[in-house]
């Protein structure tokens, strides 16, 4: 993986811009550790970070390309898992390939056939391609949004890049925000609304989009949603093609020029990826898989099970090593280093995001680089198979709000009255709820329960998936660490959404199709294990010390947060039992400590970007 930035201008020489291309690039170091490189015309300047995982020696970008009198330059972000099989099917129409890296399949499969080339693409990615003779520029994005794209629209200048930092960066970009951008934090944070860059001049190209810039404006569009079709197959018939396509993503996504490994945490999810892996290791003779877990200091002892977090990873974790016989490395951290993470996670995603959530997996995922450069990951199969308790609970089903946020009474509760008057927070969920729930695709002749259920996984694919998917990219990249993440590739998700909910949850269960089509894969235990997610310190040391520092902030008097929140309600929540509440407030894992935790972070953000409110 890689980090890239640039802009287009039609009203100045770029070639007289290159301090702040170098300075815009530079934001993505971390991202790209392994080179950095440059390229600009009189209209566009591009600059690229790389992370070498195929062909090292030869992949460095931006990457330019010559045809018919014609420059193309890629900046290139993701990894393709079908470059094979393009590279051949160009090689067939007289196409000649220097390098095997797949950036140039993408640039040279963008000179074949053009903005038609995305459909082609199985992969994840974010790119941006520049035609000199037509003086246009071409981006896109992949169909899940795995890698992200950022961009900023001013008078004669388009400004892109793979995080907001870099977008930011140019000096004719601000960090200021306006209602929306403090709705999306305060009420529906740590997500954010698909497009929505929360800096008033910032925007997002959305999953499965791509765009063109020409001196005529900005073009974008689709050229990938999901659907709704009828489904025909049987229960077996169902678990045989979803056993299929996700040994075959698997498959694809072990390639590698460098050391790779797995995230294994004992549950159904990762377990199945790392058995997988190891069967193709096994098959392939590329020795042992490694997998690494995390947890924290003395969460044996004050871990309590409760129906968002019901057992712990550890012995499952043991119980998968003894099966596969990997390599393993566990991870272990300390309250003081969750704390210290804080910020350094903050700005990785450059907005308040999921607290010590977000931070653990930045830590974890600096462990993991010491020894490896590409991790794969479990992510995203609750959102695709209906794993996560609200697909199960009435309450959440009949909340006629986001199920994953049913708290947004309370939160609201916590903003200044002058700032609710103005951001009307319960309104702006209601309507990006009611906008959300307007896109779901219809299939005809649904019952009502089909069809909520329906709903309920497009929403969780297209607003809850995209915050997790964010938090993935971001603490991986802050480390050099590229993630992939099997569950996301476009045909299994495009498959299993229109797949009704009595199959998904066969055997009635959760996730009950993907544990039939893991029959024989996995011990029957692990196999029917109840989800657990993500793993959080139940440390009570963690939730006294955010929230000690918390109360110093609103102590301090001088915070830009304190114009924005009702304080007297922020006190009495940190000295009720709420406190220590295991309910949550967002997801599964933000409860009374995350809260605490959020309000730093966001205290954080307003400091050190220097946030202006208008």
């Not at 299993?496 to 009595?502: A, L």
Request: glycine share 6%; hydrophobic share 40%.
């Amino acid at each position: 993986m890689c980090g890239f930035t640039g802009w287009i201008d039609w009203t100045d020489d770029l070639t007289r811009q290159s301090a702040t291309l170098e300075k815009m690039t530079e934001t993505m170091a971390f991202r790209g550790p392994d080179s950095s490189g440059t390229w600009i015309s009189p209209s566009c300047a591009l600059g690229h970070r790389r992370l070498s995982v195929i062909d090292p020696v030869n992949g460095a970008q931006p990457m330019v390309r010559t045809s018919d009198d014609d420059t193309y330059v890629i900046v290139y972000n993701g990894e393709l898992y079908n470059a094979p099989e393009l590279k051949k099917e160009l090689e067939g129409k007289g196409r000649r390939f220097t390098t095997t890296c797949d950036t140039e399949v993408l640039l040279v499969a963008y000179m074949e056939w053009g903005k038609a080339c995305v459909e082609r693409l199985n992969g994840i990615f974010a790119f941006a391609v520049w035609d000199s003779r037509e003086q246009q520029l071409f981006l896109a994005r992949d169909r899940l949004g795995v890698k992200p794209l950022f961009y900023a629209k001013q008078s004669g200048k388009f400004i892109f890049g793979s995080e907001p930092k870099a977008v930011l960066a140019h000096p004719a970009v601000k960090t200021e925000v306006g209602p929306e951008g403090l709705a999306e934090i305060f009420i529906l944070g740590p997500a954010r609304t698909p497009g929505h860059g929360v800096y008033r001049d910032l925007g997002e190209l959305l999953p499965g989009q791509y765009a063109t810039v020409s001196r005529s404006g900005v073009s974008i569009a689709h050229y990938w949603k999901l659907e709704s079709r009828p489904h025909s197959e049987d229960v077996n018939a169902t678990a045989r093609t979803v056993r299929e396509l996700l040994k075959d993503t698997v498959e694809r996504q072990l390639v590698s020029d460098v050391p790779l490994c797995t995230l294994l945490s004992g549950g159904l999810d990762s377990s199945a990826l790392t058995t997988l892996a190891v069967r193709y290791y096994e098959h392939t003779g590329q020795g042992k898989v490694h997998t690494y877990s995390v947890d924290y200091v003395d969460n044996d002892k004050h871990f309590k099970a409760h129906d968002f977090q019901p057992n712990s990873d550890a012995p499952w974790i043991e119980r998968m090593n003894s099966y596969l016989g990997t390599v393993h490395h566990p991870v272990q951290f300390d309250t003081p280093e969750l704390i210290e993470a804080l910020r350094t996670a903050m700005q990785a995603r450059d907005l308040p995001g999921m607290a010590d959530v977000d931070a653990s997996l930045l830590l974890f995922c600096r462990e993991i680089k010491k020894e490896a450069t590409v991790a794969i990951s479990g992510e995203a199969a609750d959102e695709i198979f209906g794993g996560y308790p609200w697909f199960h609970r009435d309450d959440a089903l009949n909340a006629d709000t986001f199920p994953w946020s049913l708290a947004s009474g309370m939160r609201a509760e916590l903003l200044s009255p002058d700032v609710a008057a103005w951001i009307r927070p319960l309104e702006y969920i209601r309507d990006r709820y009611s906008d959300a729930v307007a896109e779901v695709p219809k299939l005809a002749g649904e019952d009502p329960v089909a069809a909520r259920m329906r709903a309920m996984s497009y929403l969780n694919i297209t607003r809850f998936m995209p915050t997790l998917l964010d938090r993935k990219d971001r603490m991986s990249m802050a480390v050099g660490l590229e993630v992939r993440v099997p569950y996301c590739d476009h045909r299994l998700v495009d498959y299993v959404f229109n797949i009704p909910w009595e199959i998904k949850t066969a055997g009635d269960r959760e996730k009950g199709i993907l544990r039939f089509a893991l029959e024989g894969i996995l011990p029957h235990d692990v196999l029917y294990r109840k989800k657990s997610p993500y793993p959080k310190t139940h440390n009570p040391n963690y939730l006294n010390t955010v929230r000690s520092q918390l109360l110093e902030v609103l102590d301090e008097g001088t915070s830009p947060l304190l114009p924005l929140i009702n304080v007297k309600k922020i006190r009495e929540i940190a000295e009720s039992d709420t406190a220590s509440s295991n309910l949550p407030w967002f997801g599964q894992l933000m409860s009374g400590p995350q809260l605490f935790a959020y309000l730093l972070q966001v205290d954080m953000w307003l400091r050190d970007y220097k946030v202006v409110i208008r």
